[in-house]
Every structure is written in structure tokens, then in C-alpha cells.
């Protein structure tokens, strides 16, 4: 990437979505345009972060800058790991290696979604309660 250039990366799970840009930098990951440090939990910022523990060479040199909606902190840190995947991957061959040995979801994506409810049932699988009196 040119020092003029920025590049944008989508990462998706349930209806959560993260549009990451990657700058040149000094390593600062900013999530809706606060520090990462603020978000959720621990675990939701390790999540975050995974992909770039994998690879720390790539977060000293470029700036993370996610924007994120829709769906809880769960799905948000998964769509954001899976932003910052894709551009670490497009860096290198040896990165997108690294990352699919780790864990293929960040890259390819995971397709459970949530199961519409059905007519004449309380959800999408139970049944409304019979009482035989």
C-alpha cells in the first residue's frame, strides 16, 4: 500500500458488518472511530485482535480504522476479526497461510444465521405447551 492509498476490507457474521481501512501508521486500531480499547470486553477485544497477534509485524506498521454495524458484541468482533483477516491476507500468501491454519472462519466466513420462527409455534423449533385438562 502507497502512503496515499488506503484500502477497504467487509467482514460479515449474522447481521453484523465491519468495513475496516487500512492506513499507514502507527499501529492504532480505532473501532466507529474510538479506540479499541473502550469496546466491550476483554474477550470480545481479543477476538478483535486475534488476527493481528498472528502477525505483528503488519499492525506497527499500518493503522485499523473499523467501522461496525448492526448485531450484538459478539458478531461485531467476529465481523471485525474478519475484516482485519482479509487485509492482512492481502498482504502476503504467507499471511493468508498463517491465518487459515489458525482458524479458515476469519477468511471464509461462517453461514449459520438464525432460524425464521414458524406458524402455530412459539419459535423457529418449540412448540406452544398442551395441557391436557
Do not use: C, W
Amino acid at each position: 500500500m502507497s502512503k496515499k492509498t488506503s484500502k477497504t476490507f467487509v467482514g460479515k457474521r449474522k447481521t453484523a458488518i465491519a468495513s475496516l481501512t487500512v492506513k499507514l501508521g502507527k499501529g492504532n486500531v480505532y473501532l466507529n472511530s474510538q479506540p479499541i480499547e473502550t469496546f466491550g470486553t476483554d474477550a470480545t477485544r481479543s477476538k478483535i485482535l486475534a488476527p493481528l497477534a498472528l502477525i505483528p509485524e503488519a499492525q506497527k506498521a499500518h493503522d485499523f480504522h473499523i467501522q461496525a454495524r448492526g448485531g450484538g458484541y459478539i458478531a461485531i468482533a467476529d465481523a471485525a476479526a474478519m475484516a482485519l483477516a482479509k487485509a492482512l491476507a492481502a498482504m502476503s500468501a504467507k499471511n493468508k497461510k498463517r491465518i487459515i491454519e489458525y482458524d479458515r472462519n476469519l477468511l471464509a466466513g461462517d453461514a449459520r444465521r438464525t432460524e425464521p420462527k414458524k406458524p402455530g409455534r412459539r419459535s423457529a423449533r418449540r412448540f406452544k405447551q398442551k395441557s391436557y385438562r
